[in-house]
């Protein structure tokens, strides 16, 4: 079992950037691959990023593709989300959520593949 905490939100200014870091406990990060989500009040959660277990492979949604960039470092058992070019849409609580796979499963995007989440970090993007 693995816990995460998300953290780097704020509040910005639209067009700039901000960095959110996902910090795992327990397990060992590398033993899943890992997604961040958003949500809104009174919307569901929507995907936003994922990246496989070694970090060589990645997914975007295409609201955010070429905007935002997933990485991680698995010798610090953390996961990055790079957000640049902000948008007031891009307002919402990110969550970093953890899946566990073996290291050729295809990149996933449902939520609902996800066992593990943090408790989300709130970016508030202003125009």
């Known amino acids: 079992q693995v816990s995460l905490v998300e953290s780097g939100g704020g509040s910005v200014q639209a067009g700039d950037s901000l960095s959110l870091s996902c910090a795992a406990s327990?397990?060992?990060?590398?033993?899943?691959?890992v997604g961040w989500f958003r949500q809104t009040p009174g919307k569901e959660r929507d995907f936003v990023a994922a990246?496989?277990?070694?970090?060589?492979?990645?997914m975007y949604s295409d609201s955010v593709k070429g905007r935002f960039t997933i990485s991680r470092d698995n010798t610090k058992n953390v996961a990055f989300l790079q957000m640049t070019s902000l948008e007031p849409n891009d307002t919402a609580v990110y969550y970093c959520?953890?899946?566990?796979?073996?290291?050729?499963?295809?990149?996933?995007?449902?939520?609902?593949?996800?066992?593990?989440w943090g408790q989300g970090t709130a970016v508030t993007v202003s125009s």
């Open positions: 990246i496989s277990r070694g970090g060589g492979n990645t």
């Open positions: 959520a953890a899946r566990s796979q073996i290291l050729t499963a295809p990149l996933n995007g449902d939520d609902r593949a996800y066992t593990y």
């Open positions: 327990g397990r060992t990060l590398s033993a899943y691959g």
